[in-house]
């Protein structure tokens, strides 16, 4: 079975800081990682993923995440925050064999400070 | 278009009655996905339908049917709705087939109250 923890159901930061969101991630085949996002009110848009291949995977708005096998991590950064990154940021990871569901985390609510 | 589209996009419920959510896509997805979204619990799998003419159990399907009409539209019913389905839920959908994954797209969520 698949899980995925995140650690920090709030983190602030302020505007121009480092983004640093955590997830780890319990799997017992081979993982495919995804991090989505959700603006308020609206559904979740996916930021990155990872399959096989290179390990640190560029998504969209300047975001990147690093899977690292050893440490069952996949960890999402971003160098400089903007206050357009406020929202609720989700880990997720593909279930095992033939079925497609993910299997998300509890979320991690960022606020950008000004 | 439109990518996946819920209907209808609020609902307030009591206890006891029943309704159908619905959802629809235009991509021409083979799977199709029910989550439930409540406060720091994340998303939950209902059921999905992995083609057309199936469907299977997710993680929380108890007090929840689906019907996969035809490639385009998965239905949710909740035929004895009670406090505890108060959530938001979303319908999601990929493409592939057999052990190929392609990210799901998102609806944009049907918040429901049970009184």
């Known amino acids: 079975a698949q899980s995925v923890t995140q650690l920090g159901s709030h983190v602030s930061v302020s505007e121009g800081a480092l983004v640093l969101l955590r997830c780890n991630y319990s799997s017992s085949v081979p993982p495919y990682l995804f991090w989505y996002v959700q603006y308020p009110n609206q559904g979740l848009q996916l930021l990155l993923k990872?399959?096989?291949?290179?390990?640190l995977v560029k998504g969209i708005n300047g975001f990147e995440a690093e899977f690292k096998k050893s440490e069952t991590s996949f960890h999402l950064t971003k160098p400089s925050a903007h206050m357009s990154d406020a929202a609720e940021y989700f880990c997720a990871v593909k279930g095992g064999g033939g079925r497609r569901a993910l299997t998300f985390g509890s979320g991690t609510r960022l606020q950008v400070q000004p | 278009n439109a990518g996946v589209t819920q209907t209808p996009k609020f609902q307030v419920l009591k206890t006891g009655q029943s309704m159908t959510l619905q959802c629809a896509q235009d991509?021409?997805?083979?799977?199709m996905y029910w989550y439930r979204q409540d406060p720091g619990m994340g998303l939950r799998l209902i059921y999905y339908?992995?083609?057309?003419?199936?469907?299977d159990k997710g993680e929380v399907p108890n007090g929840y049917n689906v019907s996969r009409l035809n490639k385009r539209e998965f239905s949710l019913r909740l035929e004895s709705a009670a406090p505890s389905q108060t959530s938001v839920y979303f319908c999601?959908?990929?493409?592939?087939?057999?052990?190929?994954?392609?990210?799901?797209?998102f609806g944009p969520g049907t918040r429901l109250t049970v009184l």
């Open positions: 339908s992995a083609s057309e003419g199936t469907t």
């Open positions: 990872y399959t096989t291949g290179a390990t």
């Open positions: 999601a959908s990929s493409s592939g087939r057999g052990y190929t994954y392609n990210e799901q797209f």
């Open positions: 991509m021409n997805h083979n799977s």
